[in-house]
Antibody, heavy 124, light 111 residues
């Protein structure tokens, strides 16, 4: 059974940094692209970032470009999101999601498995 | 900011058929990129409901179906059941933004 377990969320002050992790199991991790999607409280889903199977190709939403970095460690079956320069508008539940192919930004990509999310709150 | 527009809410009585529209543009749905749909219950993670415009993952009931036409997509639920009360989101790639877009989301209420 595919499992994605996010961690690392918490309360952080504006301008500070935070690193999210996603531990994957139940599938061959390095066969698939991985993604981060967030959901602000009471709001809809927003794609954040994507990474291909070996970390060589990434993509970011304009809202986080230059501030967030997605990475992965295939030896540890783990996905990461390094967030810096955090803003109040980054407050959200961050989901880790598995893509159905090995690429980062395939036009046809969909997210076939999701974790339960980790909550990031940015406030002074 | 999402450019896939959905109605905020749709409601229907048990057994009825409802549909949810997802309106995009020539750089996403109109460019024939695949449209996908997710179902999300309060406090839980989204679940893939429809992929590649019309296909249902294993385990998704046949009362869920979807289609695309031009710059829009549509999700239909036939034989609406109380357990279908949830939020629904469409999803598509956008070439002008080089980004994945989600629709604004639709809350389905079973009367």
């Amino acid at each position: 059974e595919v499992q994605l377990v996010e961690s690392g969320g918490g309360l952080v002050q504006p301008g500070r940094s935070l690193r999210l992790s996603c531990a994957a199991s139940g599938f061959t991790f390095d066969d698939y692209g991985m993604h981060w999607v967030r959901q602000a409280p009471g709001k809809g889903l927003e794609w954040v970032a994507s990474i291909n199977w070996n970390g060589g190709h990434t993509g970011y939403a304009d809202s986080v470009k230059g501030r967030f970095t997605i990475s992965r460690d295939n030896a540890k079956n783990s996905l990461y999101l390094q967030m810096s320069g955090l803003r109040a508008e980054d407050t959200a539940l961050f989901f880790c999601a598995k893509g159905y192919v090995d690429t980062a930004m395939a036009r046809s990509t969909y997210f076939d498995k999701w974790g339960q999310g980790t909550l990031v709150s940015v406030s002074s | 900011q999402s450019v896939l527009t959905q109605p905020p809410s749709v409601s229907g009585a048990p057994g009825q058929r409802i549909s949810i529209a997802c309106t995009g543009s020539s750089s996403n749905i109109g460019a024939t990129y695949d449209v996908h749909w997710y179902q999300q219950f309060p406090g839980t993670a989204p679940k893939l409901l429809i992929f590649a415009d019309t296909r249902r993952p294993s385990g998704v009931p046949g009362r869920f179906s979807a289609s695309t036409s031009g710059t829009s997509a549509s999700l239909a639920i036939t034989g609406l059941q109380a357990e279908d009360e949830a939020d629904y989101y469409c999803h598509c790639y956008d070439s002008s933004l080089n980004a994945y877009l989600f629709g604004t989301g639709t809350k389905v209420t079973v009367l």
